[in-house]
């Protein structure tokens, strides 16, 4: 049978800093042997890294951290998410300081950062060491997807492999007072070329079991931890190129997510307010988190994954095969989890985004797009647009995807990139951001608009 790979994949994850902090230019010596990848219970091999920059350069063995739990941090100058999760990497180090030892990994070389140490204010400011240009640590730790951390223990035992969100007070305050920690464990068992094939032949692959026979089925799974990427595939091609309409899959959702995704495919859309009627108020822990400190253990519990293969191939993907697909799984999540949802339109209190008289845009002249928020709550935004503001003001003031979700309107109609600096802080709210908008000659502004809404009823 020909193997599978992706065609079409629209997803939210990322793939793959200096003044003032240490920083490791990891390169491998000659005379070091090429290691195996590592899984959780292997020791780590005793490396020899290049800390410093250039011409300021030191040499160290991995093993002059035993007696620190090691956390890897590896990430890309393409992850926002990554570099925006810095300075609260900064705060868990500073927080446990001698016991633990957090390390930035990435492969993007120093040269390529270049431009990135010069404007982004996370990675610039950053104190802790970094792994730039690596080859062996990806090679020990292969991965899909960033952020992506390594738990090793004091002894250079591999404890985890698990997503970012895992790392937290919380989890290593029980790590190292004895307890056990929080944490799901990826398989790290899949080439990237893998990730991309149907769930059951994923599973076919890490398991052992004999699938390829199946002609049709669906299935609904819990959150995978063979491949860990969030998203959607509705096409698939084998290895010599023929194409393969007859499946899609949608990875690591949460309900609200699988529904937005069969409801919005076909409009060009990926966010719209929703709006659970629940059957009974026991019910709201299977949509939302109860709350911030609870978020990454019931994502754990409670994102899914679907999946569909049809008998027969339906051709390209046009408008009507690909809304003849969707209603098909519409119908489908509808019956596994129980639930009426339609697109409806309601009235409903937004946050509208206006131009006002005075003040200005400040045109940019950064070579790079640049998203940073700093451990005191304030934005850098370069090279961004109008809907930097608007992710923001989601962000901060909108309960953005929560069950409190007060839509963003951006009714200024500006084009073309700018520069922002907004300084919200710890207080936040909408006159203190309407008074750092001012200066932009913007402002926010709370109004009801119709708008379209995605309602999900429990039956």
């Known amino acids: ?98 016991k633990i030892q957090i390390i930035l990994v990435t492969t993007n070389t120093e040269e390529s950062l270049k431009r990135l140490f010069e404007v982004s204010p996370n990675v610039k400011n950053s104190m802790l060491p970094m792994i730039l240009g690596d080859t062996s640590f990806e090679k020990l730790f292969p991965h899909i997807a960033v952020p992506f ?13 698990t997503q970012g969100w895992n790392t937290t007070k919380d989890n290593i ?13 990826l398989v790290q068992s899949l080439t990237i070329q893998q990730t991309y094939l149907p769930m059951l032949q994923q599973m076919n692959i890490y398991k052992g079991q004999l699938v390829d026979e199946m002609m049709t089925y669906s299935m609904v799974t819990k959150r995978s931890m063979v491949n860990p990427r969030t998203g959607w595939i509705y096409a698939f091609t084998d290895s010599i190129g023929n194409i393969d309409y007859r499946g899609a899959t949608i990875l690591n959702e949460q309900i609200i997510g699988l529904f937005r995704y069969v409801h919005l495919a076909n409009k060009g859309k990926l966010h719209i307010k929703t709006i659970v009627e629940l059957k009974e108020p026991k019910n709201f822990s299977k949509y939302y988190p109860l709350g911030k400190a609870q978020e990454a253990e019931w994502r754990d519990s409670n994102t899914y994954c679907y999946e569909v293969r049809v008998p027969n191939a339906l051709g390209p993907n046009t408008p009507d095969i690909m809304e003849s697909k969707l209603s098909y799984i519409k119908k489908d999540l509808e019956r596994y989890f129980l639930i009426e949802s339609s697109i409806q339109k309601k009235v409903q209190k937004c946050l509208v985004l206006k131009v ?32 930097s503001i608007t992710e923001i003001i989601e ?19 500006l084009t073309g990139n700018f520069d922002f600096d907004i300084k919200l ?31 999900l009823k429990e039956i």
């Not at 953005?400 to 009714?411: C, K, Q, S």
């Open 356 to 387: 006002i008289t005075g003040g200005k845009l400040q045109a940019t002249n950064s070579p790079v797009f640049v998203f940073d928020k700093d451990k005191n709550g304030n934005y850098t935004i370069k090279k961004g647009n109008v809907s």
């Open 425 to 455: 802080g710890e207080l936040k709210s909408l006159v203190i951001l309407n008074n750092e908008l001012k200066k932009y000659g913007l402002q926010v502004a709370e109004e009801e608009r119709e708008i379209e809404c995605l309602v």
């Open 173 to 185: 305050s029980d790590y190292l007072s004895g307890k056990k920690p929080k944490i799901n464990q």
């Open 395 to 413: 962000n901060e003031l909108g309960d953005y995807n929560g069950p409190n979700e007060i839509p963003v309107l951006d009714e200024t109609r």
């Open 1 to 98: 049978m020909a193997r599978l790979t992706l065609v079409l994949f629209i997803g939210l994850f990322c793939f793959y800093n200096v003044q003032g902090q240490p920083i490791v230019d990891f390169n491998y010596l000659k005379d070091q042997p090429a290691y195996q990848a590592l899984k959780v219970g292997d020791r780590v091999p005793d490396l020899t890294m290049t800390i410093g920059k250039s011409q300021n350069a030191r040499t160290v063995k991995f093993s002059q951290f035993k007696g620190k739990l090691v956390i890897l941090d590896f990430w890309s100058k393409w992850c926002t998410s990554c570099i925006q999760a810095f300075p609260e990497m900064q705060k868990l180090q500073d927080k446990f300081g001698d």
């Open 149 to 161: 951390h390594v738990w090793i223990s004091q002894d250079g035992i591999v404890e985890f492999t």
